[in-house]
RNA sequence: GGUGGAGUCGCCUAGUGGCCGAGGGCGCACGCCUCGAAAGCGUGUGAGGGGGCAACCCCUCCGUGGGUUCAAAUCCCACCUCCACCGCCA
């Protein structure tokens, strides 16, 4: 969500957005609302001021002023409800559209409709060169039975997966790695609800666009997050944070629940796109200093980075495209991490600033040491996503005898295995 | 699942229909006092929207949404959240 005055004193930087986002939207039918729903509101003030000193002169009139004003109030009323009626569908109208409103992308970020005009920045590593037919991820966890598909299907359906023994505590090794990373470095872990009511997704901008995308529970008024940055934003949700509070730094941790209703029949083998993941998640909540937010950025890219790196995984950071980067961000980095059994790198992680757009949807404001009440900026960042991550970790430390090289990170959390 | 109680301006609290256009205390800010401070005294102290060149002015908000009334923090209904107890339960 934009705020007001600066899309009607910039329009065309507005419609540039929407524009190099490919985006549905009408800023001129925004901007006539607005203009429509500023003069209703005066109107309705006005008309409001009056009626409220019918009531003020009641209390002094005697009978037959009292009865004049009884009828005048119910004439009046009229009007006045005709005018609310007016004001309530222009500015429901009004905030649909709003909600729609764009942040105005990086002017760093390349231009295009879709992934495929995103840039890589840089990589890091070399892919790894097997003297072995290696596995895909899939055929060596069951070999090795450290995942279950077909019978996990059979509970659970389709994208459904088990994982079992070791690679129960590889997953929770990383997850554990991760989490002791960021607790280290300021970050406070929090451990999330993922079964969330519908207000804190609206407030991060999941809805309403993204509603086919999200598990509804009708019954319950509830929905299933798909990251754990929906519960991290609800919590201060209408709060005014103080400034000494800033910045607020989390490691959300949270199972995560994903529809894929657009990805179809893609990648339906393995674990690589599932409905139910579990995910470790980096988020931050600053002033409204773009150098400061730029930083920020850069340290979450960098802490994923260096999770990568620790791990020993090969990866490429990526810039991505206007129209791939969604609706309120201003700039997203995905990272993409070797997977030798496609040969490719794929998205692991994704690292976000979406300026005050979040905020001002979830009201999440602080004060400024001069006392000035302004929205705040949020970005987010992975940490570590299994069992996607744990997928490229089975691929690329396969050995030649089927077993697994456990990365040097992750031995102290497996009883300094080297091997499973 | 059941029963009872409660949600007021950062915090505590007053407020059972018009004098609430929300009072008091704490906290905070500024000033006086002081060598300096504390104490004391005084003044100020929310958010959102709108109008005006401006000084200013208006509207909305007492958990949320409805309702009753000329008039609602106050009465009625529903919901949300919290607390206590009972039942069930990982």
Redesign the pocket.
Known sequence: MLD??FIRENPDVVKQAVRVKGLDLDVDELLQL?QD???L??E???A??R??????E??KADEVR?AE??AE??TF?KQLQELREQLSATSARLNELMLATPTIPWEGAPVGADESANTVVRTWGTPPEFDFTPLDHVDLAEKRGWAEFARARRVAGERAYVLCGDAVLLERALHSYALDLLHGSGFRLMSVPSLV?EAPLVGTGMLPKGRAEIYEIPAD?AFLAGTAEVSLVGLHAGE?LDASRLPIRYAGISPCFRREIGSASRDVRGLLRVHQFEKVEQFVICADDQDESDRWHAELLGTAESILQALGLAYEVVECATGDMGVGKYRMNDINTWFPSLGLFRETHSCSSLKDWQARRANV?Y?TAG???HFAYTLNNTAVATPRLLAAVLENFQTADGALRVPEVLRPYLGGRETL
């Open positions: 007001k005055r607005d729903n500023r003069k509101q005066f309705v003030d006005t409001q001021a009626r409220k000193s019918f009531s003020k009641f209390a009292k004003l009884r109030s119910t009323d009511k008024d005014i404001r004060r006392g000035e009440v």
